[in-house]
């Protein structure tokens, strides 16, 4: 399986799921694992994974170039001589190029596709003509990964009729494998952050689909209108990925897991606000550490979101506004007591995550 996106980014969506899969397979009866990625020479994950002698950058792994290497020069020949029998491409694209046609029937190929934001949303940070070459090539590897690929495992429904709305020939190796959110570990996992007394929880994020900016203005709205009554509020996040940050706003970035756990935990509620998501994981993360939900409808969030969760349109916010009002006034509503969203989430937790993903793999034996 590639690893890259957990070397990249450990603590981001793809790179979590990267080592629950990694993880997962590992504690399957007779089978051998075999990660692959690049890195510096003194990373931690050559130690373990199977990498090129010539070694990139962390800041380097998402470019063409060196994605080009990987995929064309180092891949097709490291699978061959160690007779891979799956691969499982895990960050949207990355199954190797110009295989021949031996070497692309020896092994089953797995696509993990998390969504198809590069054809639908602007998910590039620069602009111009960078930015759109950048996009093409994408598109292409994610052309050329869905082509080869002999199953595709998407997080949702919502992905899924995506995928096939755009790429109608993958209707039949289309699989569903919802994200695994390890929910012994989320209720262990803690760790000490100065919070303050009461506050919301954003997630954030540099992509104009996070909806980030808007969210700000809306909240910013709801806390001069009734400033006695809307909590401060804290965003995992940047403050470079908004133009402005209004006064009682606190970012925090670089959060480990532990971390990002007791920040949930300590929330009075977790506003997410994306336009568009292919699963919605910090959704769940959330639900597991009892902390209630206020999130935007559509995309998959509809499917993730648990019951009795606050919805809000991604758009309007005159009526985000008066939700918040709602929400700081009322607290916590029917189905939104602590044991209920953790018993709802642990429907994501490791051994469903594990019994759903051997019946995929035993469709390609």
Same mark, same amino acid.
């Given at each position: !399986? ?8 450990? &603590? ?5 799921? =990267? ?10 009866? =007779? ?7 690049? /890195? ?17 950058? $962390?800041? #380097? ?16 020949? +490291?699978?061959?001589?160690? =007779?891979? *029998? ?6 949207? !694209? ?28 602007? @998910? ?6 960078? +930015?759109?070459?950048?996009?093409? $090539? ?11 690929? @002999? ?13 096939? #709305? ?17 929910? #012994? ?17 954003? !997630? ?13 203005? /809306? ?36 959060? %480990? ?9 300590? +929330? ?5 606000? %994306? ?11 959330? =639900? ?11 995309? %998959?969030? *509809? ?9 809000? *349109? ?9 939700? !918040?009002?709602? /929400? ?9 007591? %602590? ?8 429907? &994501? *937790? ?16």
């Amino acid at each position: !399986m590639d690893i890259r996106p957990l070397t990249a980014a450990p &603590y981001s969506g793809v790179g979590r799921q =990267a080592l629950a899969l990694y993880n997962t397979l590992c504690l399957r009866p =007779a089978t051998d694992v075999v990660p692959f990625t690049n /890195a510096p020479l003194a990373h931690s994950h050559r130690t373990w994974a199977c990498a090129p002698q010539s070694p990139a950058e $962390i800041a #380097d792994l998402h470019r063409p170039r060196q994605r080009y290497q990987f995929e064309r020069h180092f891949l097709p020949d +490291a699978l061959s001589a160690l =007779a891979i *029998d799956v691969y499982v491409a895990t960050g949207n !694209m990355g199954l190797p190029i110009g295989l021949s046609d031996v070497r692309r029937q020896r092994t089953r190929w797995v696509l993990q596709l998390h969504g198809l934001f590069q054809f639908t949303q602007g @998910d590039r940070l620069d602009s111009g003509g960078k +930015a759109w070459l950048y996009r093409q $090539i994408d598109r292409w590897s994610i052309r050329h990964a869905v082509d080869l690929a @002999d199953a595709i495992w998407v997080p949702s429904s919502y992905t899924a009729q995506a995928l096939v #709305d755009r790429f109608p020939q993958a209707r039949q190796r289309v699989r569903l494998l919802p994200c695994a959110v390890p929910f #012994d570990a989320w209720q262990a996992l803690q760790q000490e952050v100065f919070t303050p007394p009461r506050y919301w929880l954003l !997630m954030g994020g540099p992509v104009p689909r996070k909806n980030t900016a808007w969210f700000l203005r /809306a909240w910013q709205q709801a806390r001069e209108t009734w400033p006695e009554l809307i909590p401060p509020l804290v965003v995992v996040g940047h403050p470079r990925d908004v133009p402005s940050v209004p006064q009682h706003v606190r970012f925090v970035h670089g959060l %480990s897991d532990a971390q990002l756990s007791s920040w949930y935990r300590r +929330a009075e509620r977790f506003w997410y606000p %994306s336009l568009a998501e292919g699963f919605g994981l910090p959704v769940i993360e959330a =639900a597991a550490c009892g902390t209630p939900v206020a999130s935007a409808t559509g995309s %998959s969030l *509809d499917e993730v979101s648990p019951p009795g969760s606050l919805r809000f *349109d991604p758009v309007d916010d005159i009526a985000l506004t008066q939700l !918040m009002h709602r /929400a700081a006034r009322q607290g916590r509503g029917a189905g939104e007591a %602590s044991e209920e969203l953790q018993q709802w989430a642990s429907r &994501y *937790d490791l051994p469903r995550y594990g019994a759903a993903l051997d019946t995929l793999l035993q469709e390609l034996a």
